[in-house]
């Protein structure tokens, strides 16, 4: 049975923190090449970095776990927004209407994020272990490369499908394309990091987790369902 590392909890801490930030901060857009971005795109991408750092090192098990973590941790946070937003504002206090317009949300956009988040980071971790599985460890970049491709494409077109189809926000496929191959392009330009994150605690751990014989059920969330390790 392989032991959760000593390195764990702060690669788990930094997903999170990278999920968090660019929820909050998405209310902002800028504009690339004349397509409006969501300023959440400078810091998401770094959580599917380290995603990638957690399954190809501690494999699907533990990089499931983070995964619900995050979630519940989004969750908390976002309920957190919402009992404040309700909370009567001090006479004195003109910030309201501030605080809705940048930390408010509607169920529609939540619910896109939620769901947009699970299938893309799920997404990202399975083709990440099978492939690490299919090329025996080689070439790390083919498959941190291939599954944030994977895992962003989807991440992208069901957030903006969920949040915007039918209400007349135009060009949708531009806007998945876009977030797309921004989210993408940064995967490719953090390969160096990556190699490095990896192969330092590959050292520091003394693990390099292969998931053979994981049961890949995202919602499985036993402690010892897989692995092999060498």
């Known amino acids: 049975m392989q032991k959760a590392g000593r390195v764990l909890p702060i690669i788990a801490a930094l997903f999170v923190t990278c999920l968090l930030t660019a929820n909050i901060i998405a209310v902002k857009l800028f504009v690339v090449a004349g397509?409006?971005?969501?300023?959440?795109?400078?810091?998401?991408?770094l959580s599917y970095l380290f995603g990638d750092v957690l399954?190809?090192?501690?494999?699907?098990?533990?990089?499931?776990?983070?995964?619900w973590l995050g979630f519940v941790c989004n969750l908390l946070m976002v309920i957190a927004i919402w009992i404040a937003q309700e909370l009567p504002s001090a006479p004195f206090w003109t910030g309201q209407s501030a605080y809705e317009q940048i930390l408010g949300f509607t169920p529609r956009l939540l619910a896109a994020s939620f769901a947009a988040y699970l299938v893309g980071e799920f997404a990202n971790s399975f083709v990440l272990a099978k492939l690490k599985i299919a090329t025996k460890g080689r070439w790390l970049w083919t498959r941190t490369i291939s599954s944030t491709m994977v895992g962003q494409l989807l991440d992208s077109t069901v957030f903006i499908t969920m949040a915007f189809a039918g209400t007349g926000v135009p060009a949708l496929g531009s806007l998945i394309v876009a977030q797309w191959l921004f989210k993408s392009t940064y995967e490719v330009v953090a390969t160096p990091l990556t190699y490095l994150v990896v192969n330092t605690l590959k050292r520091i751990?003394?693990?390099?987790?292969?998931?053979?014989?994981?049961?890949?059920?995202?919602?499985l969330l036993a402690a010892n369902d897989s692995v092999g390790s060498r």
């Open 205 to 219: 751990e003394g693990i390099d987790t292969f998931d053979y014989g994981t049961n890949f059920n995202p919602i």
């Open 55 to 67: 399954t190809e090192v501690y494999g699907y098990a533990q990089a499931r776990r983070v995964i």
């Open 35 to 45: 397509v409006a971005l969501p300023a959440g795109v400078v810091i998401f991408p």
